[in-house]
């Protein structure tokens, strides 16, 4: 499981920073919560798979968190997609989309299917799937936004092969039922059960989004225990009357959130385009508060570990325009 910044700035884009997209990579798929206006350029410079895109949450129908949608899903028609496309969202989000369709007089060849979710009042979990469930709450901003957690599924325990051997349980369907929990019974007539030789169940990681937003309960209660926590820090500390008036939150109220969640690692995201000289305000004094805080940057990868065994966070790559120019799009 790993998360690419594709766009870490807040309201309008640098020339160090996109606005906000993030990319989550599962085993099977990816999802991009947020598509802001260039978030194809940014799929294309970091050489993800558009393709592997099968889901897609917005957050919030403020420009800089959706502007780049119709353009995505424009591409994926010209690219002949034929995988079925899911977006989750707030209401409003399939009018834009049949406007959009409507005024260009075009229609999408792949199934596409929106979800509108329009009475989120707590965390509650809004997709199911074979591996990773993802549960959305209510956060405090201008208008209605939803904060998202992707987690992974349960993994079964380890199976001991050795015990099994000595156990006498034969090679076969029998050992899938103990991985399964289920208890076999040997030819002798003795029943082995499942936890005799398949350890504790292993907890999935977990990812959470919460942007945009005003120090808020439902963001903790969101990020309960969580491995990775992106929160948005559009400001410093300093400014913290000016976060308040846009609700919007400062880094350090991103940092006691991520405490108080006791989330593991805290990736601070939607950093104001009044940091672009000098980050260097944001960060200060945030150890004391959370130790492990990073500020995002735009193609910064994070690996997550299994079974909450760290991360890893390196760069994807930004690969320079002349590179991508004359190869076809990865799809
Ligand atoms: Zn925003
Ligand atoms: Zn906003």
Do not use: W
């Amino acid at each position: 499981m790993e998360l690419t910044f594709l766009g870490t700035s807040a309201a309008i884009p640098t020339v160090r920073r996109n606005v906000t997209s993030v990319c989550v990579q599962t085993e099977r798929e990816s999802l991009l919560v947020d598509v802001g206006e260039g978030t194809q350029m940014q799929i294309l410079r970091g050489g993800l798979r558009r393709g592997r895109i099968h889901r897609i949450l917005i957050t919030h129908l403020h420009g800089d968190h959706f502007f780049g949608l119709i353009g995505l899903l424009t591409s994926y028609q010209l690219g002949k997609r034929e995988e079925p496309l899911q977006l989750i969202g707030p209401p409003g989000l399939a009018a834009y989309i049949r406007f959009m369709k409507d005024l260009c007089r075009t229609d999408f060849g792949f199934n596409l299917t929106i979800t509108e979710l329009p009475d989120v009042r707590e965390p509650r979990t809004v997709l199911e799937t074979e591996h990773y469930t993802v549960i959305a709450a209510p956060l405090k901003h201008r208008l209605y936004t939803l904060g998202y957690r992707i987690q992974e599924r349960e993994r079964p325990g380890v199976f001991d092969a050795e015990k099994a051997d000595r156990l006498g349980v034969p090679f076969g369907p029998e050992r899938k039922e103990l991985i399964l929990g289920r208890p076999i019974t040997l030819s002798d007539g003795s029943v082995v059960a499942a936890s005799e030789v398949v350890g504790e169940a292993r907890p999935g990681r977990s990812i959470t989004i919460c942007t945009d937003t005003a120090p808020c309960p439902m963001a903790v209660q969101l990020a309960r225990g969580t491995d990775v926590l992106v929160h948005e820090a559009t400001f410093e500390p300093a400014d913290r009357r000016h976060a308040r008036r846009t609700l919007h939150s400062t880094s350090q109220d991103a940092a006691r959130a991520a405490r108080e969640a006791g989330a593991r690692h805290l990736f601070l995201s939607h950093i104001s385009s009044r940091y672009l000289a000098d980050t260097s305000p944001l960060l200060a004094g945030l150890e004391e508060i959370h130790d492990s805080t990073r500020l995002a940057k735009d193609f910064m990868q994070v690996r997550l570990a299994l079974h909450g065994g760290g991360i890893d966070v390196g760069d994807c790559r930004d690969r320079p325009a002349n590179e991508v120019a004359g190869k076809p799009a990865q799809s």
